[in-house]
């Protein structure tokens, strides 16, 4: 694996969000899940993630 400039741990709404804000600001990104990509957060309450990502880049 190639060295990066930052390391994310978690792809729920936040760490999706930091991935892309990081990577538009030109850094090399590397997201970690331990399952499925975003799998368990649009069943909470929220359903951040659900309806989240679009909004992202207002």
């Known amino acids: 694996m190639k060295p990066v ?3 994310i741990i978690g792809g729920g709404i936040n760490g ?3 991935a ?3 990577s538009g600001r030109g850094l090399s990104v590397c997201l970690a ?3 499925d990509l975003a799998q368990a ?3 909470k309450s929220t359903k951040l993630f659900h309806g989240g990502l ?3 880049e207002y």
């Open 5 to 7: 400039d930052l390391f």
């Open 16 to 18: 999706c969000g930091i």
């Open 20 to 22: 892309r804000d990081a």
């Open 33 to 35: 899940e331990q399952d």
């Open 41 to 43: 957060t649009s069943s």
């Open 54 to 56: 679009r909004y992202l």
